[in-house]
């Protein structure tokens, strides 16, 4: 017995039962794509300022978007066909370490490449100034984007995970900060996350002036992450719209459905999962904006998806992690990007023990007081996008059962953990 386990010797897990959460789905297949994708650039009459043999420079972010690559190359056909010359730049900020190596990589990581889609892709960290905003800041663009006859956007419309205002992931912010390279994303956020929401209603404004935005392509998903709507959005049109599709992507987000907890698990964390490795819209932890429902006392996080690339950034959210998320860590595929956004908080790391078990009694023994009348809140998920199937302690079900939106199932039990301390494999099929 190591000293871990003496002084966390007396904290007892409670038993726990499954929940489902029942939110809308997505009905669109994989397959479906390319169809849906030629109706709304049609129905939307994206191309009719196109002229044949014109170059249309296309940014693709780092989000790791379900079917991103099957959107991608359908919106690429269907420029082809128009005879464009279409050709793929990495619309991504800082991110995948602030080089245009890395950023190449992480397109072919999301099966997006010169060979998957039939066309080039140009990576370069240079960026050109095309004007300023009313406030004075420059606005970058990169510099292949900037010389193309058109430039497109694919990527996702969702709540940010820091900031909140008419527009926040989505068309807007690609054209801010993606399109900037990790120039343009340091001015964006160079006022703090307080003044995010204007930078980048201003940059993307100022771009769509200077550039030519021919359209985007705005990718809404689930709470499952299913592709649930594709919509093609003409670039004059881009400040309604991108409005609008806020709007309807956030009513697709689930939150977890309780007012208080005493602790949240999650097995995973990741930039595959949210921006911020975990969802703070589900989680509650809303960093600068403040802490929200489900106002959970600690946050236990026990691994770090091998999609993140080693970029623990908004790990700091939580409490306690394991060491085994520490060995994964990078802090060169990390700290570009936090200070890129200038958020310190981003880099920080939480205690970390040598198993689950541990993890978690730790968490328990550190929240003030005498364990509650009733037993531990607890809420334990795969991740944030796992609202589909999840766990909570006892002390939760009746809560739940009143809850219409949640299906409680009947049978109670124990986690059980391996000779090493961490969630056996088999447990593993609770989340599924």
């Not at 170059?55 to 959107?71: L, M, Q, T």
């Not at 956030?250 to 930039?271: Q, S, Y």
Request: proline share 5%; with cysteine.
């Amino acid at each position: 017995m190591d000293v871990y386990d003496r002084l966390l010797d007396g904290v007892v897990l409670p038993r726990f039962v499954r929940a489902h959460y029942q939110a809308v789905r997505g009905t669109v297949r994989r397959e479906d794509i390319p169809a849906l994708v030629r109706r709304t650039m049609t129905e939307r009459r994206v191309l009719d300022r196109l002229k044949p043999g014109a170059s249309v420079a296309v940014g693709v972010g780092s989000r790791d978007i379900n079917n991103y690559d099957c959107i991608v190359k359908a919106v690429l056909d269907v420029l082809k066909e128009a005879g464009a010359e279409p050709f793929i730049f990495p619309a991504m900020g800082s991110h995948a370490g602030s080089t245009a190596e890395g950023q190449r990589g992480l397109l072919k990581d999301r099966g997006i490449s010169e060979e998957t889609m039939g066309v080039p892709v140009y990576s370069s960290m240079e960026a050109v100034v095309i004007g300023r905003t009313p406030h004075g800041l420059p606005v970058h663009m990169d510099r292949y984007a900037a010389s193309a006859d058109w430039i497109v956007t694919i990527g996702r419309v969702k709540p940010h995970t820091d900031f909140h205002g008419p527009h926040e992931s989505g068309l807007f912010k690609m054209l801010a900060v993606g399109c900037g390279k990790q120039t343009g994303a340091a001015v964006c956020h160079s006022g703090g996350y307080g003044r995010m929401g204007q930078n980048v209603a201003e940059i993307a404004a100022e771009v769509l002036g200077k550039c030519r935005v021919l359209f985007g392509m705005a990718v809404i998903e689930d709470a499952f992450r299913g592709t649930y709507k594709l919509e093609a959005v003409r670039g004059e049109d881009y400040p309604e719209e991108d409005t609008r599709l806020l709007a309807e992507a956030k009513a697709l987000v689930p939150r977890i459905p309780f007012d208080k907890i005493d602790m949240l698990v999650l097995n995973e964390f990741g930039k595959d999962i949210s921006g911020a490795g975990m969802d703070p819209n589900v989680t509650g932890r809303l960093g600068p904006s403040g802490i929200e429902a489900p106002y959970a006392d600690r946050i236990v996080v026990l691994d770090l998806t091998e999609a993140s690339h080693h970029n623990f950034a908004g790990i700091g959210a939580a409490d306690v992690i394991t060491q085994r998320f520490m060995k994964k860590v990078d802090f060169l595929e990390t700290y570009p990007n936090c200070i890129t956004s200038r958020d310190l908080a981003g880099m920080k790391l939480p205690a970390a023990m040598p198993n689950d078990l541990n993890a978690v009694r730790i968490g328990l023994q550190t929240i003030p007081g005498a364990v509650p009348e009733g037993g531990w809140r607890i809420v334990w998920m795969k991740n944030t996008l796992g609202m589909d199937s999840f766990l909570i302690s006892e002390a939760l079900v009746k809560e739940a059962e009143r809850n219409e939106r949640l299906k409680v199932e009947k049978d109670k039990f124990e986690l059980r953990f391996d000779g090493e301390g961490n969630l056996r494999a088999d447990m593993m099929e609770l989340f599924q």
